[in-house]
């Protein structure tokens, strides 16, 4: 049987990237991305952090004192999460990968999992050129570096992206899965965290290769069935789950701050007649129809507002999705006497047969 060609793409230090794209001004300098907790003008976590910032020991989960403190006499900037701005450039993102996938899954804001099988004919060299191609596309149209790992399989995609960062891209083809992973730490695979690996070290396991010449029985008995056999198999590498569609990667949205608060149905029309065409042009260049339409106020107290309709069929017009905006703006103003003052449009796809499809070929391979 031939192998899968999957590719894992990461983007590089994304929150952070993300900031240095809306100003370019910080590149260079260090950079913190902040969770503020709001108790005090200092506490709250690193999100994360650019790699300039990383130089000095900063680091995704540490608290943002620690990390002032890494850098006190730096010229550095710290801000705070800006989740809205990075899912818009995410979507951005997403939707050229999606382009070069046979099947794609997104996994969070900043990973998505390509199978590239079909496409490059089962080729590690055409899968290595089709990355390439990717990075090129990507900094050209947003700007932006990300990594690449290419395997037969996602757990070691996985791990062959992380090898390199920033901007890298590693292949790890099927002969030689054996050899790379031999040599890695065990916490490099998915589910190996400190306690475990501190118990696997008891057990005389301290790279990938132990782990996988380490007696299956034993491995059963000291961390339960599911988890022992997972261990026996991730340690030869050896990863059947299939790429699959994600739910979250079905839906399109956008996102915008009204010029003024208003509630005005014609003045809001305005703003979400833009966010129609912007969803309605990624949904065409993904072939798509809708058959959900969604929108979200923020109102003026702050409160959040939502409406959503289901249509009788499914929809690729972008007259019907500015009327059924409309008629949910509508509705949602009847309900409330604030004035608005972010609104959000969301469409969610059709593919019923699709996801079907891609059910039963899990089921049956
Ligand atoms: N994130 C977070 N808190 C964490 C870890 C991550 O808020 N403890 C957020 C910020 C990251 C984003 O998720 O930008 C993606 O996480 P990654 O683990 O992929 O880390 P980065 O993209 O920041 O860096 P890398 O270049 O190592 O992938
Ligand atoms: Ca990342
Ligand atoms: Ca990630």
Not at 27 to 34: A, D, E, L, S, Y
Not at 149 to 174: H, S
Not at 182 to 211: C, Q
């Amino acid at each position: 049987m031939q192998s899968r060609v999957v590719m894992l793409v990461d983007l590089d230090y994304f929150f952070a990237q993300c900031e240095e794209l809306r100003n370019p001004s910080l590149r260079g300098k260090p950079v913190v991305i902040g969770m503020y907790s709001g108790r005090t003008a200092e506490s709250g976590a690193v999100s994360t952090a650019n790699y300039a910032a990383r130089t000095f020991g900063v680091k995704s989960g540490m608290p943002l004192f620690q990390a002032k403190r890494k850098l006190e006499g730096h010229d550095s900037v710290f801000l705070p999460v800006d989740y809205d701005y990075y899912e818009q450039i995410s979507d951005k993102l997403m939707l050229i990968f999606r382009g070069y996938a046979d099947v794609f899954e997104q996994v969070g804001i900043d990973e998505a999992y390509l199978d590239l099988t079909k496409r490059v004919n089962g080729s590690y060299d055409e899968a290595k050129a089709v990355g390439l191609r990717m990075k090129t596309e990507v900094m050209a149209q947003v700007g932006v570096t990300f990594s690449v790992g290419i395997a037969p399989n996602k757990l070691v995609a996985k791990i062959a992206c992380d090898e390199q960062k920033p901007d890298g891209l590693t292949v790890i083809k099927p002969s030689d899965v054996k050899p790379f992973l031999e040599r890695l730490p065990a916490d490099r695979l998915l589910g190996v965290g400190k306690k475990t690996s501190a118990r696997m070290a008891k057990l005389g396991i301290n790279t990938i290769g132990d782990l996988a010449n380490f007696d299956v029985q034993r491995l059963v008995e000291v961390f339960g069935k599911t988890l022992g056999i997972y261990f026996h198999n991730a340690g030869s590498g050896r990863d059947e789950t299939p790429v699959q569609e994600s739910g979250e990667a079905e839906s399109i949205s956008r996102i915008a701050t009204l010029k003024q608060n208003s509630r005005d149905l014609a003045f809001i029309a305005e703003t979400t007649d833009v966010l129609c065409v912007e969803v309605q042009t990624d949904l065409a260049k993904r072939g798509l129809a809708f058959n959900q339409v969604g929108i979200v106020a923020f109102l003026e107290d702050l409160t959040v507002r939502s409406r959503s309709t289901t249509l009788d069929n499914p929809s690729e017009s972008l007259n019907v999705l500015r009327e059924t905006v409309r008629g949910l703006l509508q509705r949602l103003l009847d309900g409330t006497d604030r004035n608005v003052r972010r609104i959000g449009v969301k469409i969610s796809m059709f593919r019923e047969e699709e996801k079907v499809q891609t059910r039963l070929e899990s089921y049956f391979g």
